[in-house]
């Protein structure tokens, strides 16, 4: 805008489709402990860092930090 950022109050509500699949969809046979074992095993596994941007600059987030600044 020409004025300059719209104020939080005046800008409009972003519309989110969420897609729910029918529960005859979805088949999860996975146990409660089957699941933990699959998460740990998950968490276990190395990130493989070489092809992602990383910035070097340190950047800290305090209780009053906008959304849109954690995002940027």
């Given at each position: 805008?020409?004025?300059g950022p719209a104020s939080p109050d005046?800008?409009?509500?972003?519309?989110?489709?969420i897609s729910m699949?029918?529960?005859a969809e979805v088949e999860d046979?996975?146990?409660p402990s089957d699941i933990a074992e699959w998460?740990?095993?998950q968490l276990d596994q190395l990130v493989?860092?070489?092809n992602c941007k990383i910035d070097p600059a340190p950047f800290q987030l305090v209780?009053?930090?906008?959304l849109h600044k954690v995002q940027n």
């Open positions: 805008s020409p004025d005046k800008t409009k509500p972003k519309r989110v489709r699949a029918e529960s046979c996975m146990t998460e740990d095993q493989d860092f070489k209780e009053q930090t906008s």
